[in-house]
């Protein structure tokens, strides 16, 4: 192999790994699972399967994530060959000026994408687009408003099916409200697991700044939280297999809960966020049972 076509490998290698495809595909599933078992149909009545716009929204969303995750790489990447040295890409894998280049061009067709569907979904991933790179370049080093941004978005990227068709509102609600409350947790767990990179460049997230069990203590409240919201929108929504449903998965988030409380190293931190993301999936799963 020579040396152009051994460089083309390690960047190609290197925009897959730092593009994060298994939590792209994650978004585009739960989008496209709240389209076709919550909203089904369009205003027009047509199966929303049908529709093209749906597809563009799904892939403007997805690349807008992707550009998503390249700044937080590009701007974390001190950081990261603390808490991560095997898992560099920036620099490495892939050059820092390629990095800002592909983020500009994903995150301009995101939005392109979203004027063909109309102009309210073009400023909501120009939004979107722009929480990202903020997170990225101050909020992430702030205590608890950068947690809450990434949990808003990816909340929202639920909700944005039902808001653009404007169908099954309350009950796309209740998958954002779950989607919101779940990835805000996995956030405060990633910004425990990450302290060592983190206190070492400055960053002032939550565990560093009230310290690491007032933290977790947050974190119960905001299971707490979670647990009376998805109550409540369920009661209101009166859908009996939903109520069975959530029922069961709480019962494995007060297990999951459990090992919040048990968690003390790096390790069991990093389990707990691959449980969160199996949560998920599961919660987006009881779309179909609906």
């Not at 974390?76 to 920036?90: A, S």
């Not at 639920?158 to 954002?176: C, D, N, R, W």
Request: a positive charge.
């Amino acid at each position: 192999m020579n040396t152009l076509s051994m460089e083309r490998s390690i960047s190609i290698r290197g925009l897959f790994r730092i593009s994060r495809p298994v939590n792209l595909l994650m978004v585009a599933f739960a989008q496209l699972m709240t389209a076709y078992f919550l909203v089904e149909t369009t205003a027009q009545g047509l199966p929303v399967f049908q529709d093209f716009r749906l597809y563009l929204i799904v892939f403007s969303t997805v690349l807008i994530t992707a550009a998503g995750y390249m700044i937080n790489d590009y701007y974390d990447v001190k950081i990261d060959y603390v808490n991560r040295p095997n898992e560099v890409v920036v620099g490495k894998g892939i050059k820092r000026r390629v990095v800002l280049f592909l983020h500009s061009l994903i995150n301009f067709t995101a939005i392109g994408l979203g004027y063909l569907v109309s102009p309210r979904i073009a400023l909501v991933n120009f939004s979107a687009a722009f929480l990202l790179w903020l997170y990225s370049n101050r909020l992430k080093r702030e205590p608890f408003i950068g947690n809450l941004t990434v949990a808003f978005l990816t909340g929202f990227s639920v909700y944005l099916i039902g808001y653009f068709y404007q169908k099954s509102e309350l009950l796309v609600l209740t998958y954002a409200i779950f989607a919101f409350f779940l990835n805000l947790i996995r956030e405060i767990i990633k910004d425990i697991e990450d302290r060592p990179g983190d206190r070492r460049h400055g960053c002032r997230t939550l565990p560093i700044v009230i310290g690491f069990r007032k933290t977790k203590q947050v974190i119960f409240l905001i299971a707490i939280g979670f647990v009376c919201s998805i109550l409540i929108v369920t009661f209101k929504i009166a859908n009996p297999v939903l109520f069975i449903y959530f029922g069961i998965l709480g019962a494995v988030f007060m297990w999951f809960m459990w090992k919040v409380y048990q968690a003390d190293r790096k390790d069991h931190f990093s389990e707990l966020s691959t449980i969160s993301k199996i949560l998920m999936l599961v919660g987006t799963l009881s779309m179909a049972f609906l």
